[in-house]
């Protein structure tokens, strides 16, 4: 940290940050130190903004949190799926708009961690019927997170889907998955190459 006296105010050089004080440079920061990092790096991009700083200390948060309710003996897997994390949102720097991937990574991984270790208020589970050969049921979470999320489970597998904006109804996808809702009512999708599967809950199965 650097100081200097600038007509008559005190100006702080704090991790590549200029400020006029230390708690805006510490209110700007990201949760690492911006001292030593590469220039045109994801990293670098984080220091320089703002509002990638704040959801790097969120999501620094967050992922603390996760890791104390997991407990130390068995973190593990956490850990080495949050350094494949890292490695992901790096390779924005490859992207046309570097800043936007990297928003979208922040946002997502946060709402991942809430939802999936449970550190937000949840709805459900919510359970739809399915019209597909083998009478699937759906057992739907809905997670109250920015994006907001839901965790599907079927056939003893959970999938984490983030809600989609713009569209009529809410629509959750994840990579080549969807769960698109509208009052009960809902088209599921596995993958592009699958067929959309139709499914209700109980209340909308019984007024047919």
Same mark, same amino acid.
């Given at each position: ?19 006029? @004080?230390? &708690?805006?440079?510490?209110? %700007? ?5 911006? &001292? ?7 990293? /670098?991009?984080?220091? %320089? ?41 790096? /390779? ?18 946060? /709402? ?8 937000? =208020? ?33 056939? @003893? ?28 009512? /809902? ?7 699958? =067929? ?9 199965? @019984? %007024?047919?």
């Amino acid at each position: 940290m650097v100081r200097y006296i600038f007509l008559g105010f005190r100006l702080i050089v704090f991790g590549g940050l200029v400020c006029w @004080n230390l &708690s805006a440079c510490l209110a %700007a920061s990201p949760s690492y130190s911006c &001292s030593k990092v590469k220039e045109g790096s994801i990293e /670098a991009l984080v220091c %320089a903004d703002e509002s990638l700083a704040a959801l790097d200390r969120q999501l620094a948060g967050v992922y603390a949190q996760a890791i104390a309710r997991l407990g130390e003996d068995r973190s593990m897997e956490l850990r080495i799926e949050q350094r494949g994390w890292i490695r992901s949102r790096d /390779a924005c720097s490859k992207t046309a708009e570097p800043q936007l991937c990297a928003l979208r990574q922040y946002s997502q991984r946060i /709402a991942e961690l809430q939802a999936t270790y449970r550190l937000v =208020p949840m709805t459900g589970p919510v359970l739809f019927f399915c019209e597909d050969p083998a009478r699937t049921k759906l057992y739907v979470t809905y997670y109250a997170t920015d994006p907001a999320t839901i965790i599907v489970e079927h056939h @003893n597998q959970f999938t984490l889907m983030y809600l989609e904006p713009g569209m009529s109804g809410a629509r959750y996808v994840r990579k080549s998955q969807s769960f698109w809702e509208h009052q009960g009512e /809902a088209l599921v999708s596995w993958g592009f190459d699958l =067929p959309e599967i139709q499914c209700r809950t109980r209340s909308q199965k @019984n %007024a047919r």
